[in-house]
T-cell receptor
Framework: KAGVTQTPRYLIKTRGQQVTLSCSPI?????VSWYQQTPGQGLQFLFE???????NKGNFPGRFSGRQFSNSRSEMNVSTLELGDSALYLC?????????????FGSGTRLTVV | GENVEQHPSTLSVQEGDSAVIKCTYS??????FPWYKQELGKGPQLIID?????GEKKDQRIAVTLNKTAKHFSLHITETQPEDSAVYFC??????????FGAGTILRVKS
């Protein structure tokens, strides 16, 4: 079966710009979570969406936002990019009721801010 | 909030030897403890997990142990192989909220 698909795989943006990342979950998965991975901070939780609603949110500034569509695909947006936003952004999806036990991660989008 | 500490940060072992990675969590309410393996250019992949009502779980060469009193859990890999080389992350969750990850351990298996 197809895994979690994240697009694009790589992005280079300039400070001050905004960016939108996409995540297509495994078919049937309705929960999508986003994580930021950096060498210094490791994996940090951004937010979780279920049935088009944000259920949980991590400790990130309001420049980080997301949404989920009726087909469970999710996007995250980062506005006014800063150099420190350079990271690997990962999304994970799971079936309803499986919670984290059913987490499947995508390969991530590598964002570089210059 | 929950905090997870992971040690060591790097681990080198000879092929065939065992590898042990340890994690400590802070919130006694945590009840789910997964371990992930991340290879270069890929996302983390779940390799084994354990819930708070179980003390040990094994899957072929991989095992996880949990000590709720001490609030720590460990990953044990026996008979290591070169393909075990990767970054390993532990994580903890109170259930339904979010996963809090350890900082990761780079495992190198030398052949």
């Amino acid at each position: 079966k197809a895994g979690v698909t994240q697009t694009p795989r790589y992005l280079i943006k300039t400070r001050g710009q905004q960016v939108t990342l996409s995540c297509s979950p495994i078919s049937g998965h309705r929960s999508v979570s986003w994580y930021q991975q950096t060498p210094g901070q490791g994996l940090q939780f951004l937010f979780e969406y279920f049935s088009e609603t944000q259920r949980n949110k991590g400790n990130f500034p309001g420049r980080f936002s997301g949404r989920q569509f009726s087909n469970s695909r999710s996007e995250m947006n980062v506005s006014t990019l800063e150099l420190g936003d350079s990271a690997l952004y990962l999304c994970a999806s799971s079936f309803p009721g499986q919670g984290f036990a059913g987490y499947t991660f995508g390969s991530g989008t590598r964002l570089t801010v210059v | 909030g929950e905090n997870v500490e992971q040690h060591p940060s790097t681990l080198s072992v000879q092929e065939g030897d065992s590898a042990v990675i340890k994690c400590t969590y802070s919130d006694s309410a945590s009840n789910y403890f997964p371990w992930y393996k991340q290879e270069l250019g890929k996302g983390p992949q779940l390799i084994i997990d354990i819930r708070s009502n179980v003390g040990e779980k094994k899957d072929q060469r991989i095992a996880v142990t949990l000590n709720k009193t001490a609030k720590h859990f460990s990953l044990h890999i026996t008979e290591t192989q070169p393909e075990d080389s990767a970054v390993y992350f532990c994580a903890a969750s109170m259930g339904g909220d979010k996963l809090v990850f350890g900082a990761g351990t780079i495992l190198r298996v030398k052949s």
